[in-house]
C-alpha cells in the first residue's frame, strides 16, 4: 500500500555528472528529441535544437534492472511521443518523452535484440516489430505493450536476426523482410484484415542465402529491389527480387561491421565497432552512355562481376580524436526531409557517454572522380558536427550543480561520497567518503542550506557536521541496525570499507567502539538477520566481502559467529532459514552454500533446480518485514548500484508499509470496541522526508534523491497539533462529534431504571471518549518513535558517557523544516507580489536559491529525475530579471544568471513540464497548505509556531479571555488568509497567472490522476484532489467536458453486464419491485456483510498476497502498478490478467470521472447527462458499486466503494430517476451503522482505517441525499419504517433475527440525519410531519418517553406547532397537510388517523391533564376540541371524537408564507386554550 502515497521526489545531483555508458541510441522522428540506453539500465532523454545543433540531457529515467539493449519510438498521444524501451532480462517499457514518465511496464521470457516502429495502413497506431530469442517476430501495440500478433516460420525456424518493413507501391498490405541467425531470407505479407489474435501468419517465401548472424538487413528507399545485409565480418548487397548477390565487402583486420544505410540509390555508409563508419559508392557500368549503378533493374548486375565491380569507399566519418572504445558504441542514420533535399544525419552513443552527430553532405559525381583518380588515395575525412556529453554539460554549468556536502569548507577538491545512509530517527544523513572519512549532518538543515535564501545562511553553527575517522581508502557501505530492528542499540552506526575492516561507531560521541577485520578482501554490504533467528545471532550483523566470504559478527560480543568461506565464485544473495539455523548463500555460478549458524559448519552445497527451489523456498518462510533487509534488502544481491537504489525503493514503498498495514489494520479491526480503533496504523510509522543515494555505476559519487512523503508529513503534523488539543477544543472546532452521537445513540437504546444517572454522566463520557482519542494519537504517535522522548530515555540509559542529544533531533521541529521546504521549492514565486511578501513575513516560506532538479515516481516504482542542465524556459524567451539594481552590481554575473534562471523557474517553467508534474505538486502544495490552515492557522516560521502551541496548551488550562488573546486571534486571522490566498492561488488563478507571466503553454492537471484519488486515504490530500478536479472541469468548459466525456464513456460498464468483479446475483438484486414481506431479509443478507466479511474483506485488500483483481478496484494510481513485481510470472498469459487489470482501473476511473462530471454539471442539459443513457450508466455503475456484497474482488472498504458512496450523495438529483432509492439508503445506513463508534468528523484530517472511512463517507452521503431530496429521503424512509414494524409483528413465526436488520442498528444515524432536516429543512418537514414522526419514534426507545416530555427527550420536533405530547396519557398528536390528525399510543404503540380537517392542520396541543386535544386549521380558519374515550373498564377500542368547533380570525397570506409565523395553541388551563398569532394577538377557546 505504501506506493500509493503522493510523493514528490528532488534530487541532489553533486558536482560531478553520472557516467552513462551508452547502449543504444535513438533520434525520434520530429528530431527534437535524443534517447540513450545505458548498459547500467537507465535511459538518458535529451533535447535537441536542430537550428543551433544543441544538445541538452534533460532527464534521467531509471527503472531497468539490466543493461538497455534497444530503443523505439512508440508514436504519439494526446500532445505527447512514447518511446518502448528493452532491457537484456526481458523488460518493455513504455515512457512518456514529456516527463519521462513509466505508462507501461512488461517482464516477458521474450528478451527483444531489435524494435522496429511501423505505421500500417489502414491503422490509427503505430505497431512494434520486435525480434530476438524466439523463433518468430512480435508484433506489440506500444502503448498497452500486448502481443497483437505474431510472423512464424513453417521451413527452418530459427531466431529472426534483423528484419524490415516496407510497402510496395501500388498495394495494400505489407511486406516484413527477415533473415533468421542460420541465414534463410524469409518475407511475409500483412494486412490488417487478415490479422487475427493467436493465430501466427507464416511466411509465403524463403530462401537460404550467404549471410550468417546477420545484424541488419535494409531495403533502399529509392530503390526498394536494392538490399543491404550487414553481419559481422562482410556486407552485401542483393537483390529483393531473387535474392542473387550483387557485391560483398569483408571486414578489415580488427574491425567488425555494426550496421549500415542507404545514403542514395548506389551509396551505402556501414559502420563498424571501433566508432567509425565508411561510405561507398557501388559499382557503376557504363551502358548506353549513363553510370548507372547496381539499381537491380538495370540488367547490367546480372552479367558476371568483372574487375572494377567492387565497390569505391571515398568517405571516412570518425570523431577528432583518436579513441580506444571499450565498448562497441551504437548507431543510428537519420534522413530529415527538407524543402532543399534531405538532410542526412549519422547519430552516435558510446560507452564514454559521448554523443555525436554528423551531417553528411552530398558528394557530386566529379568530387567523386577526383577522389578515385587522385594518387595516393585519399578518401574524403568526415568529422562530426556535435560532439556532446552529460560530462560537457556539468562542466559548463557554473556554479556547478548542488551536492549534499557543498558546505564543508576549506576542501577545494572534496572526496567522492561513496555511500549514504539517512537516518530518519535522528533527521541525519551520513556520508560515507572515499578518503575513508564518514561526515554525519543534520538533513534538513544541509538541504535548507544548499536550496533555500534564508537567515540561516547568517548562522554559523547551522547544519555543523560530525566527522567519523577510521577507515583507510573508500568507505563502500554503511548500516544503521536500530532502523532495521529496535533490538539494537540506538547509538551504533556500522560502516563497511575497501580495507577489509568493519567498524562500529557510537553516532552520538563520535567514538570508534570497535573495529573488526576477519574478512580477506572490501566489504560490499552489510546486512541485518530476520528477528526470528536465536537471540545470538540477533545481536549479529552479517557482511559481505569481494573475498567471496560472509561473515557474521556478534556487536554484543564484539567477535566473530561465522566466517562463510569457501564460496568460489562471487556471492550474489544471501537468504535465511531461523527455524533451521540455516544460512543461505547463493553465488554467481548457480550454487547455494548452506551453512549451519550456531555452529559454522558448511552443511552442504545445493546446484541446478534445488538450489532454485531451496532460496524460493527461503522467500516463502519470511514472514517478518524485515527479515534480512539491511542497506538495500537482501533480495537485491550485489547486482549494480542502480538496482540497489530501484529495489531499495520498492522495499521502502511496498513491503515494509504494506506489511505494516496489514498487522496494523488486522490487530485495529481484533480489538473493535471503543472509539480508538479508528486510526490506520499504517501511516503513523512513516517519516516525512527519506534520502536514497544514486549510483548510476560503482565508479560514480553518490547523488541524492529526497522523497517528501506529503501523507507522512500531513499526518505528522496533524497528531503533533491533536496532542495538544483538549477534548473540548476538539469538539469546539468539530473534528469529532462524540457528544452528538452519544446523544443519539442514548435515545436509540432502552432506557434503564437509572436512566437519570445515565444522561446526567453523559458528558462525563463524552469528555473521556475524547480524551482517549487524544491518549491514541499521543500512543501512536509515541509508537512510531517520532516523539523526541524515546531518544532522550535512550540516551539516558545507556551510560553516562554520551553527550547531549543535538537540538536538531527535536522532532516537531523537524516535520516544520520538512514542510517548509516542501512549500517554499513548490510555491509559485513572482506570479503575486503581495502573496509572496505573506508568504515570506508571515507564512514562513523562505524563496529558492537554484532551480530545482524535480522527479516523478510513476508505475512499478519507476522514476524519471530532471537533470540540473535542463530548464524549460529558453534563454531567449525569459522575461526580465527582477532584482535590485545595486544587489545585481555586487553580484558576479553567474550569480545573476543562476538567480535569473530561478525566478522564471519557480514562477512560470516549474507548470510547464508536464501534466503529471504539475498534479503531483498542486496536490501536495494545496494538501499542505490546506492543513496548515485547519491547524488553527500554523505557521512555518518557528518562533511563532513555538508561541502558538503555547498559547493552546495555556487556553486549555486558563480559559479567561485577554487582550492578549484578541491580539493573537487577529495574528491568527492574517495567517488563514495567507494560507487561504496561497490555496487559491494554486487551485483556481494558476493557469491564467503563469500564461500572464509570459508561459505559451501551461500544462494542465491530468484529471485521471484526481479522479483516482477522489477518496485518497488522506483526507487533506483527498479534499485537495477534489478541489482541483472541480475546478479543472469548469475551467474546461462544456466542449472539454464533452472531450473527457467521449473518451472514459466507452470504459463505463453497462448495466446489463456489471462490472466484472462481485456476485453473480447482480441482476437479481438489481429488480425494481421485490415482493414486499422478503425485503428486509434480502436487505440483510446484500447490504449487511457479516464482522468476519469485514475483517476479511480488509486485511485482503491491504495484504500483499491478495489476487490481482483485488487491487484493480482500488481508484489509486499507483496500486495496482505493482502487480508485475508481485505475483506475475513471465509468459504471455499473465499478460493477459495484467490487461484485465488495467482494463478494470480505466473502469474504476471512468465511473469516478463521469460520476464527477454528472454530479457537479449533469443538471445542465448541454452536459450529455439529462434523463439519458449516459446518467443511467453511470448512475447504475455507482449504485452496483455501493450495493454489491463484500465478496474477495470487491471487498467492503475500498476507496473505489467509498467513491461511489460519495458521488450518490453528491450528484443525487442526477441519479435518482434512475435509482432504487430505498435500496440506495439501505445499503448507506448499513455502512453507517457504527457511526457513533467509528467515525469522526468530515474535518478530522488523519487517515482512518477503511471501515471507518466508509462509515463516515456513507454518513457524510446521506447528509447530502437528505439534503437535496428531503421529500424522497423521509417516504423512502417511513415506506421502510412500515414495513419493519409489519415484519416486526411476524418476526416470530419468520424466526427472523429483528435486531440484526439495518433499521435496528442504524437508528443512530436515521436520527441524526432527521435532526439535521428538522433544523435546515423546515417547510419539508411540515408538509410530512406524520412520516416524520414515524421515523423518529422508531428510532427513540419508547422507555425514554415514559417519564419525560419529547421536548425533553427530543427537542427539535417539538418546534413544530402541529406537533403535542401527553406524559399523562402517553400519547402523541402530529397534524398532516392533509388536514388528518395521527394520534399515536406509546403503551400499545398503535397509531390511529382521524379526518379532522378539510386543509393542513396548523396547530396542535394536548390540554395539561390530557383529556383534551385542541387542532387548528388556518387554511379553513377553524379550531376544534377532541376528546379520546376508551371503552368500559378501558377495555375494547378507544375512539376520538370532536366535542366543539369554533371559527378562528383569517390569517393574512404573508404570515402563511411563513413557516416560522404560523399560529400557536398554548393552553392557560385544563379547559381553555389561546390561539396566539405570530404578532402577540391572542384569542381564547372553552372546551
Same mark, same amino acid.
Given at each position: 500500500m505504501g506506493s500509493l502515497n503522493l510523493v514528490v521526489p528532488l534530487v541532489m545531483w553533486g558536482r560531478e555528472a553520472p557516467t552513462h555508458d551508452i547502449s543504444c541510441v535513438l533520434f525520434t522522428h520530429d528530431c527534437h528529441t535524443v534517447v540513450t540506453g545505458s548498459r547500467d539500465g537507465q535511459m538518458c532523454v535529451w533535447d535537441f535544437d536542430p537550428p543551433t545543433l544543441k544538445l541538452t540531457p534533460r532527464c534521467l529515467l531509471v527503472g531497468h534492472t539490466a543493461s538497455v539493449v534497444c530503443l523505439a519510438q512508440g508514436g504519439n498521444a494526446r500532445g505527447t511521443s512514447f518511446v518502448v524501451s528493452s532491457s537484456e532480462n526481458g523488460e518493455m517499457c513504455t515512457w512518456d518523452l514529456r516527463d519521462g514518465r513509466c505508462v507501461e511496464v512488461l517482464r516477458s521470457a521474450n528478451v527483444h535484440s531489435s524494435m522496429t516502429t511501423y505505421q500500417m495502413l489502414n491503422v490509427k497506431d503505430v505497431r512494434l516489430f520486435c525480434v530476438g530469442n524466439y523463433p518468430e517476430i512480435l508484433v506489440y501495440d506500444p502503448h498497452t505493450l500486448d502481443v497483437l500478433f505474431s510472423l512464424a516460420a513453417r521451413i527452418q525456424p530459427d531466431w529472426i536476426s534483423a528484419l524490415h518493413i516496407l510497402r510496395p507501391p501500388r498495394r495494400n498490405d505489407e511486406v516484413v523482410l527477415g533473415v533468421t541467425t542460420g541465414g534463410w531470407v524469409k518475407v511475409w505479407t500483412v494486412s490488417e484484415r487478415e490479422v487475427r489474435p493467436r493465430e501466427p501468419i507464416y511466411e509465403h517465401e524463403s530462401k537460404m542465402i550467404h549471410s550468417l548472424n546477420a545484424l541488419c538487413l535494409v531495403c533502399c528507399t529509392y530503390n526498394q529491389r536494392t538490399v543491404l545485409i550487414?553481419?559481422?565480418?562482410?556486407?552485401?548487397?542483393?537483390?529483393?527480387?531473387?535474392?542473387?548477390?550483387?557485391?560483398?565487402?569483408?571486414?578489415?583486420?580488427?574491425?567488425?561491421?555494426?550496421?549500415?544505410?542507404?545514403?542514395?540509390?548506389?551509396?551505402v555508409i556501414v559502420w563498424t565497432d571501433m566508432g567509425r563508419a565508411y561510405i561507398y559508392k557501388l559499382p557503376t557500368k557504363l551502358l548506353r552512355g549513363k553510370a548507372v549503378s547496381c539499381i537491380v533493374e538495370s540488367r547490367a548486375f546480372h552479367n558476371k562481376q568483372v574487375e572494377g565491380d567492387n565497390p569505391l569507399m571515398y568517405g571516412v566519418v570518425q570523431p577528432q580524436n583518436e579513441e580506444h572504445l571499450v565498448n562497441a558504441p551504437s548507431w543510428q542514420f537519420m534522413m530529415i526531409p527538407l524543402e532543399s533535399g534531405a538532410e542526412k544525419l549519422l547519430l552516435r552513443g558510446d560507452c564514454e557517454g559521448q554523443v555525436m552527430l554528423w551531417r553528411l553532405a552530398d558528394v557530386s559525381e566529379q568530387q567523386l572522380q577526383q577522389i578515385s583518380q587522385a594518387h595516393p588515395f585519399q578518401p574524403l575525412i568526415f568529422s562530426p558536427t556535435l560532439n556532446h556529453s552529460m560530462m560537457k554539460a556539468w562542466v559548463a554549468m557554473i556554479p556547478p550543480p548542488i551536492g549534499v556536502l557543498d558546505q564543508l569548507e576549506g576542501e577545494k577538491n572534496p572526496p567522492r561520497i561513496t555511500a549514504s545512509l539517512f537516518l530518519p530517527l535522528q533527521g541525519r544523513l551520513a556520508c560515507g567518503r572515499e578518503d575513508g572519512s564518514i561526515i554525519l549532518v543534520p538533513a534538513t538543515e544541509t538541504i535548507m542550506l544548499h536550496l533555500l535564501h534564508g537567515k540561516h545562511h547568517q548562522y554559523h553553527n547551522w547544519a555543523q557536521p560530525m566527522v567519523l575517522r577510521g577507515h583507510q581508502g573508500r568507505v563502500n557501505c554503511l548500516l544503521y541496525p536500530h532502523g532495521e530492528s529496535p533490538r539494537y542499540d540506538m547509538a551504533h552506526l556500522v560502516s563497511g570499507g575497501i580495507d577489509f575492516s568493519i567498524i562500529v561507531w557510537d553516532m552520538y560521541t563520535g567514538n570508534l567502539i570497535h573495529r573488526f577485520v576477519v574478512q580477506a578482501g572490501q566489504i560490499l554490504q552489510l546486512l541485518v538477520p530476520p528477528p526470528t533467528c536465536t537471540p545470538r545471532i540477533q545481536n549479529c550483523i552479517c557482511s559481505v566481502s569481494e573475498d567471496h566470504s560472509v561473515a557474521l559478527l556478534s556487536i554484543k560480543e564484539r567477535k566473530l559467529v561465522l566466517l562463510a568461506s569457501k564460496h568460489l565464485y562471487p556471492v550474489?544473495?544471501?537468504?535465511?532459514?531461523?527455524?533451521?539455523?540455516?544460512?543461505?548463500?547463493?553465488?554467481?555460478?548457480?550454487?547455494?552454500?548452506?551453512?549451519?549458524?550456531?555452529?559454522?559448519?558448511?552443511?552442504?552445497?545445493?546446484?541446478?533446480?534445488?538450489?532454485?527451489?531451496?532460496?524460493?523456498?527461503?522467500?516463502?518462510?519470511?514472514?517478518?518485514?524485515?527479515?534480512?533487509?539491511?542497506?538495500?534488502?537482501?533480495?537485491?544481491?550485489?547486482?549494480?548500484?542502480?538496482?540497489?537504489?530501484?529495489?531499495?525503493?520498492?522495499?521502502?514503498?511496498?513491503?515494509?508499509?504494506?506489511?505494516?498495514?496489514?498487522?496494523?489494520?488486522?490487530?485495529?479491526?481484533?480489538?473493535?470496541?471503543?472509539?480508538?480503533?479508528?486510526?490506520?496504523?499504517?501511516?503513523?510509522?512513516?517519516?516525512?522526508?527519506?534520502?536514497?543515494?544514486?549510483?548510476?555505476?560503482?565508479?560514480?559519487?553518490?547523488?541524492?534523491?529526497?522523497?517528501?512523503?506529503?501523507?507522512?508529513?500531513?499526518?505528522?503534523?496533524?497528531?503533533?497539533?491533536?496532542?495538544?488539543?483538549?477534548?473540548?477544543?476538539?469538539?469546539?472546532?468539530e473534528l469529532i462529534m462524540s457528544s452528538q452521537y452519544q446523544r443519539m445513540n442514548v435515545l436509540t437504546h432502552p432506557a434503564s431504571p437509572e436512566a437519570a444517572k445515565k444522561i446526567a454522566g453523559l458528558l462525563?463520557?463524552? &469528555?473521556?471518549?475524547?480524551?482517549?482519542?487524544?491518549? #491514541? !494519537?499521543?500512543?501512536?504517535?509515541?509508537? *512510531?518513535? =517520532?516523539? %523526541? /522522548?524515546?531518544?532522550?530515555?535512550?540516551?539516558?540509559?545507556?551510560?553516562?558517557?554520551?553527550?547531549?542529544?543535538?537540538?536538531?533531533?527535536?522532532?516537531?521541529?523537524?516535520?516544520?523544516?520538512?514542510?517548509?521546504?516542501?512549500?517554499?521549492?513548490?510555491?509559485?514565486?513572482?506570479?503575486?507580489?503581495?502573496?509572496?511578501?505573506?508568504?515570506?513575513?508571515?507564512?514562513?516560506?523562505? &524563496?529558492?536559491?537554484?532551480?530545482?532538479?524535480?522527479? #516523478? !515516481?510513476?508505475?512499478?516504482?519507476?522514476? *524519471?529525475? =530532471?537533470? %540540473? /542542465?535542463?530548464?524549460?524556459?529558453?534563454?531567449?524567451?525569459?522575461?526580465?530579471?527582477?532584482?535590485?539594481?545595486?544587489?545585481?552590481?555586487?553580484?558576479?554575473?553567474?550569480?545573476?544568471?543562476?538567480?535569473?534562471?530561478?525566478?522564471?523557474?519557480?514562477?512560470?517553467?516549474?507548470?510547464?513540464?508536464?501534466?503529471?508534474?504539475?498534479?503531483?505538486?498542486?496536490?501536495?502544495?494545496?494538501?499542505?497548505?490546506?492543513?496548515?490552515?485547519?491547524?488553527?492557522?500554523?505557521?512555518?516560521?518557528?518562533?511563532?509556531?513555538?508561541?502558538?502551541?503555547?498559547?493552546?496548551?495555556?487556553?486549555?488550562?486558563?480559559?479567561?479571555?485577554?487582550?492578549?488573546?484578541?491580539?493573537?486571534?487577529?495574528?491568527?486571522?492574517?495567517?488563514?488568509?495567507?494560507?487561504?490566498?496561497?490555496?487559491?492561488?494554486?487551485?483556481?488563478?494558476?493557469?491564467?497567472?503563469?500564461?500572464?507571466?509570459?508561459?505559451?503553454?501551461?500544462?494542465?492537471?491530468?484529471?485521471?490522476?484526481?479522479?483516482?484519488?477522489?477518496?485518497?486515504?488522506?483526507?487533506?490530500?483527498?479534499?485537495?484532489?477534489?478541489?482541483?478536479?472541480?475546478?479543472?472541469?469548469?475551467?474546461?468548459?462544456?466542449?472539454?467536458?464533452?472531450?473527457?466525456?467521449?473518451?472514459?464513456?466507452?470504459?463505463?460498464?453497462?448495466?446489463?453486464?456489471?462490472?466484472?468483479?462481485?456476485?453473480?446475483?447482480?441482476?437479481?438484486?438489481?429488480?425494481?419491485?421485490?415482493?414486499?414481506?422478503?425485503?428486509?431479509?434480502?436487505?440483510?443478507?446484500?447490504?449487511?456483510?457479516?464482522?468476519?466479511?469485514?475483517?476479511?474483506?480488509?486485511?485482503?485488500?491491504?495484504?500483499?498476497?491478495?489476487?490481482?483483481?483485488?487491487?484493480?478496484?482500488?481508484?489509486?494510481?499507483?496500486?495496482?502498478?505493482?502487480?508485475?513485481?508481485?505475483?506475475?510470472?513471465?509468459?504471455?498469459?499473465?499478460?493477459?490478467?495484467?490487461?484485465?487489470?488495467?482494463?478494470?482501473?480505466?473502469?474504476?476511473?471512468?465511473?469516478?470521472?463521469?460520476?464527477?462530471?454528472?454530479?457537479?454539471?449533469?443538471?445542465?442539459?448541454?452536459?450529455?447527462?439529462?434523463?439519458?443513457?449516459?446518467?443511467?450508466?453511470?448512475?447504475?455503475?455507482?449504485?452496483?458499486?455501493?450495493?454489491?456484497?463484500?465478496?474477495?474482488?470487491?471487498?467492503?472498504?475500498?476507496?473505489?466503494?467509498?467513491?461511489?458512496?460519495?458521488?450518490?450523495?453528491?450528484?443525487?438529483?442526477?441519479?435518482?430517476?434512475?435509482?432504487?432509492?430505498?435500496?440506495?439508503?439501505?445499503?448507506?445506513?448499513?455502512?453507517?451503522?457504527?457511526?457513533?463508534?467509528?467515525?469522526?468528523?468530515?474535518?478530522?484530517?488523519?487517515?482512518?482505517?477503511?471501515?471507518?472511512?466508509?462509515?463516515?463517507?456513507?454518513?457524510?452521503?446521506?447528509?447530502?441525499?437528505?439534503?437535496?431530496?428531503?421529500?424522497?429521503?423521509?417516504?423512502?424512509?417511513?415506506?421502510?419504517?412500515?414495513?419493519?414494524?409489519?415484519?416486526?409483528?411476524?418476526?416470530?413465526?419468520?424466526?427472523?433475527?429483528?435486531?440484526?436488520?439495518?433499521?435496528?442498528?442504524?437508528?443512530?444515524?436515521?436520527?441524526?440525519?432527521?435532526?439535521?432536516?428538522?433544523?435546515?429543512?423546515?417547510?419539508?418537514?411540515?408538509?410530512?410531519?406524520?412520516?416524520?414522526?414515524?421515523?423518529?419514534?422508531?428510532?427513540?426507545?419508547?422507555?425514554?418517553?415514559?417519564?419525560?416530555?419529547?421536548?425533553?427527550v427530543f427537542p427539535s420536533i417539538c418546534g413544530f406547532p402541529q406537533v403535542s405530547h401527553c406524559p399523562h396519557t402517553r400519547r402523541i398528536a402530529t397534524g398532516a397537510k392533509n388536514g388528518s390528525i395521527a394520534m399515536y399510543e406509546l403503551r400499545a404503540y398503535k397509531c390511529q388517523m382521524i379526518p379532522a380537517h378539510a386543509t393542513a392542520v396548523t396547530a396542535l396541543s394536548f390540554s395539561p391533564d390530557g383529556k383534551y386535544l385542541a387542532s387548528c386549521s388556518m387554511g379553513e380558519n377553524k379550531l376544534s376540541f377532541w376528546q379520546t374515550s376508551s371503552g368500559m373498564f378501558g377495555l375494547g377500542a378507544s375512539q376520538t371524537k370532536c366535542t366543539k368547533t369554533y371559527s378562528t380570525v383569517p390569517v393574512p397570506d404573508i404570515v402563511r408564507m411563513n413557516p416560522h409565523r404560523l399560529p400557536k395553541l398554548v393552553w392557560i388551563s385544563n379547559k381553555t386554550v389561546v390561539h396566539m398569532m405570530a404578532d402577540g394577538t391572542e384569542h381564547r377557546f372553552n372546551a
Open positions: 550487414v553481419s559481422q565480418d562482410d556486407w552485401q548487397i542483393y537483390d529483393a527480387g531473387d535474392f542473387s548477390q550483387l557485391c560483398r565487402v569483408g571486414a578489415t583486420a580488427g574491425d567488425r561491421w555494426m550496421g549500415g544505410d542507404f545514403l542514395s540509390a548506389d551509396r550474489l544473495n544471501v537468504k535465511w532459514r531461523p527455524e533451521h539455523d540455516f544460512l543461505m548463500v547463493a553465488t554467481h555460478d548457480g550454487s547455494v552454500y548452506v551453512w549451519q549458524m550456531e555452529t559454522g559448519h558448511l552443511d552442504r552445497v545445493l546446484q541446478g533446480v534445488t538450489a532454485e527451489e531451496v532460496l524460493g523456498a527461503c522467500d516463502e518462510h519470511s514472514t517478518a518485514p524485515g527479515s534480512g533487509s539491511g542497506g538495500a534488502g537482501s533480495d537485491t544481491g550485489l547486482a549494480n548500484p542502480a538496482v540497489h537504489l530501484f529495489r531499495g525503493l520498492r522495499h521502502r514503498n511496498l513491503a515494509a508499509i504494506r506489511h505494516a498495514a496489514q498487522r496494523g489494520i488486522q490487530q485495529v479491526l481484533g480489538e473493535q470496541n471503543n472509539y480508538q480503533d479508528i486510526h490506520d496504523s499504517s501511516k503513523m510509522r512513516t517519516c516525512p522526508l527519506m534520502i536514497q543515494g544514486l549510483r548510476t555505476n560503482k565508479q560514480d559519487a553518490n547523488s541524492h534523491v529526497l522523497f517528501f512523503d506529503i501523507e507522512a508529513l500531513i499526518v505528522q503534523l496533524l497528531s503533533d497539533e491533536y496532542t495538544l488539543m483538549s477534548p473540548g477544543t476538539l469538539e469546539a472546532n462525563s463520557r463524552v &469528555k473521556e471518549s475524547a480524551e482517549s482519542v487524544q491518549n #491514541l !494519537i499521543q500512543n501512536k504517535v509515541e509508537q *512510531s518513535g =517520532f516523539r %523526541p /522522548t524515546t531518544l532522550s530515555s535512550a540516551k539516558d540509559g545507556s551510560g553516562s558517557g554520551r553527550v547531549q542529544i543535538p537540538r536538531h533531533l527535536d522532532v516537531t521541529a523537524q516535520t516544520l523544516q520538512i514542510g517548509q521546504m516542501l512549500m517554499s521549492l513548490l510555491h509559485s514565486w513572482g506570479l503575486d507580489g503581495s502573496l509572496d511578501q505573506t508568504c515570506e513575513n508571515i507564512l514562513g516560506l523562505l &524563496k529558492p536559491r537554484v532551480p530545482v532538479s524535480y522527479g #516523478l !515516481i510513476s508505475k512499478s516504482g519507476y522514476m *524519471s529525475l =530532471f537533470m %540540473p /542542465t535542463w530548464h524549460p524556459v529558453r534563454e531567449a524567451e525569459m522575461p526580465q530579471i527582477n532584482l535590485p539594481p545595486d544587489l545585481a552590481a555586487e553580484l558576479p554575473p553567474e550569480m545573476v544568471k543562476l538567480e535569473h534562471r530561478t525566478q522564471v523557474f519557480t514562477g512560470r517553467g516549474h507548470w510547464e513540464v508536464s501534466p503529471a508534474l504539475t498534479t503531483h505538486h498542486l496536490l501536495a502544495l494545496v494538501s499542505v497548505a490546506n492543513t496548515l490552515q485547519d491547524m488553527n492557522a500554523a505557521t512555518l516560521i518557528p518562533e511563532q509556531e513555538r508561541r502558538r502551541k503555547n498559547h493552546i496548551q495555556s487556553s486549555r488550562a486558563n480559559q479567561s479571555v485577554t487582550n492578549h488573546e484578541d491580539e493573537f486571534s487577529r495574528q491568527q486571522s492574517v495567517i488563514k488568509q495567507g494560507w487561504s490566498t496561497l490555496t487559491a492561488l494554486h487551485t483556481v488563478l494558476l493557469p491564467d497567472c503563469v500564461v500572464a507571466a509570459g508561459a505559451p503553454t501551461y500544462q494542465p492537471p491530468m484529471v485521471e490522476i484526481l479522479a483516482r484519488r477522489w477518496q485518497d486515504r488522506c483526507q487533506e490530500v483527498r479534499e485537495a484532489a477534489q478541489a482541483l478536479l472541480k475546478t479543472e472541469l469548469s475551467r474546461m468548459g462544456p466542449e472539454g467536458r464533452q472531450k473527457l466525456i467521449e473518451i472514459w464513456s466507452p470504459h463505463l460498464p453497462t448495466h446489463t453486464e456489471p462490472l466484472p468483479t462481485g456476485p453473480t446475483n447482480y441482476n437479481n438484486q438489481e429488480t425494481p419491485h421485490p415482493p414486499r414481506p422478503e425485503h428486509p431479509a434480502t436487505k440483510t443478507t446484500s447490504g449487511t456483510p457479516s464482522v468476519n466479511a469485514t475483517v476479511n474483506g480488509t486485511s485482503g485488500n491491504s495484504s500483499s498476497g491478495g489476487t490481482t483483481s483485488e487491487r484493480t478496484m482500488e481508484p489509486h494510481p499507483h496500486l495496482d502498478e505493482d502487480h508485475y513485481d508481485e505475483e506475475m510470472d513471465a509468459g504471455e498469459t499473465c499478460r493477459e490478467v495484467v490487461a484485465q487489470s488495467e482494463g478494470r482501473r480505466k473502469q474504476a476511473t471512468a465511473i469516478i470521472l463521469l460520476g464527477v462530471i454528472g454530479a457537479y454539471h449533469g443538471q445542465d442539459s448541454a452536459e450529455g447527462f439529462g434523463l439519458g443513457n449516459l446518467a443511467m450508466q453511470t448512475s447504475k455503475a455507482l449504485a452496483y458499486l455501493v450495493l454489491a456484497p463484500a465478496g474477495p474482488k470487491l471487498p467492503a472498504h475500498t476507496p473505489l466503494r467509498r467513491a461511489a458512496i460519495d458521488l450518490i450523495g453528491r450528484g443525487f438529483p442526477v441519479w435518482e430517476p434512475y435509482l432504487d432509492v430505498a435500496k440506495v439508503l439501505l445499503a448507506l445506513l448499513d455502512f453507517c451503522a457504527d457511526t457513533d463508534r467509528l467515525a469522526p468528523s468530515m474535518k478530522y484530517g488523519l487517515p482512518l482505517i477503511p471501515e471507518a472511512d466508509s462509515c463516515r463517507t456513507a454518513s457524510n452521503a446521506l447528509t447530502l441525499i437528505a439534503e437535496a431530496r428531503p421529500p424522497a429521503f423521509i417516504t423512502t424512509m417511513a415506506r421502510e419504517v412500515a414495513r419493519f414494524n409489519a415484519l416486526q409483528q411476524n418476526a416470530q413465526s419468520l424466526q427472523l433475527n429483528i435486531h440484526n436488520t439495518v433499521l435496528h442498528r442504524a437508528k443512530t444515524e436515521i436520527l441524526r440525519v432527521m435532526e439535521y432536516l428538522i433544523v435546515h429543512k423546515r417547510c419539508h418537514i411540515m408538509d410530512l410531519m406524520v412520516e416524520v414522526m414515524d421515523i423518529v419514534l422508531h428510532c427513540v426507545d419508547p422507555g425514554h418517553l415514559k417519564s419525560r416530555g419529547l421536548n425533553e
